[in-house]
C-alpha cells in the first residue's frame, strides 16, 4: 500500500495543466498567517526559494505533467503532520502570487485527519515508554 | 436605523464608475495589457465594476512616473506636505458616508464599522502624520570642538506598497500616510479583492496630489504585484498578507537590496483571568464584548482574537454568557446600520472558512454554535455569509494554530498564570493577543511575557494612530501606526563636518 500526504483533485489537476501551459513547470508552498494564509500558493519553478526551513511533503504525480512539489514550512508542518492534504479549486479571487488567480479560482486545501494505518506509515504513532 | 441603497440604485450615496483603468501620473490610462476583471460584491455576490488588470510594463510606467515625480516632491517641505495630507484628511470627513458605503460595498463589512472604525481611522492616520512629520527633527552630534555630525531624514524615492483586502482603505492609508509625510512617491497595487474602494477616495483627492505621487496599478499578485514587489528601481516594498508571500518579497528584496516591511497575520490569544468573573458589572460586560470581538470585521483581521483562552475556575459561566452575547450579533445587509457582522470578502476565503469548520469537527472540536454558511434570502443568497461559529478543543488542534480569517473562535482553558502564557505563546505568530484582568499585576506580567507585538489590556480591537502596530515571530517586520514608521521610509544623510581651520596633520 502506498501512503500520500498530498492529493489533487481531478479539476484542480486540469488547472495545474492549463497552468503550466502558460508558465512552465510548478511547485506549490503552503502558506499561513493573515488574509490569504492558509492557502497552498502555486508557482512556476524557480520563481520560490525553497530552504532549510522546509519540508518537501509530497511529490505529486499529475498525468501530463513533471512531478510537482510541494512544500510547507518545518515550523507549520509540526502543527499539520497529522492531516493529509488534498489540492482542491475553488472559485473565488484569491491572492498573493498564486499563478491561478487571474483565471478567477483558488487553490484551496481540504484536510483530514491521517487514519492509524497512515499514521503508522509516517511514523506519527506515539511511542509508549 | 438606516439601510443604505446598494450603490448605483436611485437614492445611493455612492455610485461607482463601470470601469477603473490604471492611475498612472497623474491621470488614469488603459492598462498594457487591454484586459480587465470583473469586480464582485460580496454583499451579493455579483458583478459592479471591471478594473484594470496591469502588469510589468503598467508597473514600470508607474514607477516611471514616480521618480519623475520625485524630483519636486522629495523636495517639498514638511509644512506643504503636512497641509496636504490634512486636506485629504478633511475631504474624507466630508464624505465619510460616501466613502464608508463604497467600502462596505466592495468589501462585504458591515457599514456601522466603516462608519465609525475605517474611515475616521484613516482620516485621523492622516493628521497624525501631517503632526509627525512636522515635529520631527534631526538631529547634531557635537563630536569635538571643531567636528559636528549632522543627520537629516531623507525619502527614499519611490516606495512599492502591496495592500490587503480586509480593510482596503484603511490599510492603504497605514502605507499611504507616512510614506506621503516623509516625502516618497508611491506606486501601490490595491487588492484583486478589493480593488475599487480606493479609487472612489482618489476620485476625492487627486487634486490635492502633484502627479506621479501616488500611482495606483490594480491586477493579480502574479502579473502586477511580483513585478512590483521585485522591480530594480523602487527603492522599498511593504506587504501586508501571508507568510510564503511575503518570504518571496523578501527574497525580491534581497536581489535588490532593499528595505522590506511586513504585516503577516497571527493566531491571536485572548486571554480571560478568572477575577475577570469576580462581579457581574460592567467590567465583566466589557470582558464578554471582548470575548465576542472574534466576529469584528467577519474575523478579517489579522489580530482576531481568534483563541480564547478562559481560566478553568470560571470557564463554564464565562463561556456560556460569551455564546449568549454571540448569539445577540446580528447578522443582515451589510448596508444596514444594525448590522454587526457582514459577508466574507471573497468565494474563496468562504469555502476556507467552511473548510475550517469541517476541520474542527474532524479533529475532535466541539461546535458550540454556528457552524454553517448563512443564508440570508433575497438578494444576499448570493452573498458570502457564515454564521459566527465557536468551537471548544485543545490548542494542538489545526483551528487552534492557523489563522482561519473568519468568524470562528476556538476556546480551551487554562488552570493557572503559567499554562496561560505557555498556550498564548505556543503558536508561530505574534502579532496581537488580549488580556483581561482586573489585577494590574496580572495584567502587567502577562502582557510583557507574550511573544506579541500589540497586547490589548482591557480592551481588544482599537487601532489608534500613535500606538505602534507590528508583529514578533513569524508576523512580521516593522511597526505602523505609529510615527515610528517614518524610519521606514526615510534614511538618514549624516554631514560629518570639520570645522577645524587647520590639516588633521596625516599627510
Known amino acids: 500500500m502506498v501512503f500520500s500526504r498530498v492529493e489533487i483533485t481531478d479539476a484542480a489537476a486540469d488547472m495545474l495543466r492549463k497552468m503550466t501551459g502558460v508558465h512552465g513547470p510548478l511547485m506549490f508552498h503552503q502558506s499561513g498567517g493573515c488574509c490569504d494564509g492558509s492557502s497552498p500558493m502555486c508557482f512556476p519553478v524557480g520563481m520560490f526559494r525553497i530552504g532549510s526551513s522546509d519540508v518537501l511533503l509530497q511529490t505529486l504525480e499529475v498525468e501530463g505533467l513533471a512531478p510537482i512539489e510541494f512544500y510547507m514550512s518545518a515550523s507549520q508542518f509540526e502543527y499539520w503532520k497529522y492531516t493529509h492534504l488534498t489540492i482542491d479549486v475553488v472559485q473565488g479571487r484569491g491572492s498573493g502570487f498564486s499563478v491561478e488567480a487571474p483565471e478567477g479560482v483558488r487553490f484551496m486545501i481540504r484536510s483530514r485527519m491521517l487514519n492509524d494505518a497512515e499514521l503508522d506509515y509516517f511514523g506519527l504513532v506515539p511511542q509508549v515508554h | 436605523m438606516t439601510v443604505y441603497a446598494n450603490p448605483g440604485t436611485p437614492g445611493s450615496v455612492v455610485t461607482y464608475k463601470s470601469r477603473y483603468d490604471n492611475y498612472i501620473g497623474g491621470k488614469y490610462v488603459a492598462p498594457n495589457s487591454g484586459q480587465y476583471f470583473e469586480n464582485i460584491t460580496p454583499v451579493t455576490g455579483q458583478v459592479f465594476c471591471e478594473v484594470a488588470r496591469g502588469n510589468s510594463k503598467d508597473i514600470d510606467a508607474a514607477v516611471e512616473a514616480g521618480w519623475k515625480a520625485f524630483a519636486s516632491w522629495g523636495k517639498t517641505s514638511v509644512t506643504e506636505r503636512a497641509i496636504i495630507l490634512n486636506k485629504i484628511a478633511d475631504r474624507m470627513e466630508e464624505n465619510l458616508e460616501l466613502l464608508s458605503v463604497a467600502e462596505t460595498w466592495d468589501n462585504g463589512k458591515p457599514v456601522r464599522e ?194 480564547a483562552l478562559i481560566q478553568a475556575s470560571i470557564y463554564e459561566g464565562f463561556l456560556a454568557d460569551g455564546i449568549e452575547r454571540v448569539k445577540k450579533i446580528v447578522q443582515g445587509n451589510p448596508l444596514d446600520t444594525n448590522t454587526m457582522i457582514g459577508a466574507q470578502a471573497s468565494n474563496d476565503q468562504l469555502e476556507k472558512i467552511l473548510s475550517y469548520i469541517d476541520i474542527g469537527k474532524a479533529e475532535g472540536a466541539k461546535l458550540l454554535i454556528g457552524g454553517e454558511r448563512a443564508d440570508l434570502g433575497g438578494e444576499l443568497s448570493g452573498g458570502y455569509y457564515v454564521q459566527p461559529t465557536i468551537f471548544e478543543g485543545k490548542n494542538s488542534m489545526r483551528i487552534f494554530q492557523e489563522e482561519i480569517f473568519g468568524p470562528v473562535l476556538s476556546v480551551t482553558s487554562f488552570k493557572d498564570y503559567d499554562e496561560a502564557i505557555d498556550i498564548a505563546n505556543d503558536t508561530l505568530y505574534g502579532l496581537g493577543a488580549g488580556v483581561w484582568s482586573r489585577s494590574g499585576s496580572t495584567m502587567y506580567r502577562a502582557g510583557r511575557a507574550i511573544q506579541a507585538g500589540r497586547v490589548w489590556t482591557n480592551t481588544y480591537h482599537q487601532y489608534p494612530a500613535h500606538a505602534a502596530f507590528g508583529g514578533y515571530k513569524q508576523s512580521g517586520i516593522g511597526r505602523e501606526n505609529h510615527k515610528m514608521m517614518l524610519d521606514h521610509y526615510q534614511q538618514t544623510k549624516n554631514l560629518l563636518v570639520s570645522y577645524a581651520e587647520g590639516p588633521m596633520g596625516f599627510f
Request: proline residues 6%; aromatic residues 10%.
Open chain 2, 114 to 307: 466603516t462608519m465609525a472604525a475605517d474611515i475616521p481611522l484613516a482620516i485621523d492616520h492622516f493628521r497624525y502624520f501631517a503632526g509627525a512629520i512636522r515635529a520631527q527633527e534631526g538631529s547634531l552630534g557635537e563630536l569635538n570642538e571643531d567636528t559636528v555630525a549632522y543627520h537629516f531624514h531623507e525619502p527614499l524615492g519611490v516606495v512599492g506598497q502591496i495592500i490587503p483586502w480586509n480593510f482596503p482603505i484603511l490599510m492603504a492609508v497605514w502605507k499611504l500616510a507616512p510614506a506621503l509625510a516623509a516625502g516618497n512617491c508611491i506606486v501601490l497595487k490595491p487588492a484583486e479583492q478589493t480593488p475599487a474602494s480606493i479609487h472612489v477616495l482618489l476620485g476625492l483627492i487627486e487634486d490635492l496630489l502633484p502627479a506621479g505621487v501616488l500611482n495606483i496599478v490594480n491586477g493579480f499578485g502574479i502579473e502586477a504585484g511580483a513585478p512590483l514587489a521585485s522591480h530594480n528601481n523602487i527603492r522599498k516594498i511593504a506587504f501586508t498578507g501571508e507568510t510564503t508571500t511575503g518570504r518571496l518579497i523578501m527574497q525580491y528584496a534581497s536581489e535588490n537590496l532593499i528595505p522590506v516591511t511586513l504585516e503577516l497575520g497571527g493566531k491571536s490569544p485572548n486571554i480571560f483571568f478568572e477575577d475577570v468573573a469576580a462581579q457581574k458589572d460592567s467590567y465583566y460586560e466589557k470582558a464578554q464584548e471582548g470575548f465576542a470581538f472574534f466576529a469584528l470585521n467577519q474575523g478579517e483581521v489579522c489580530t482576531c482574537p481568534s483563541r
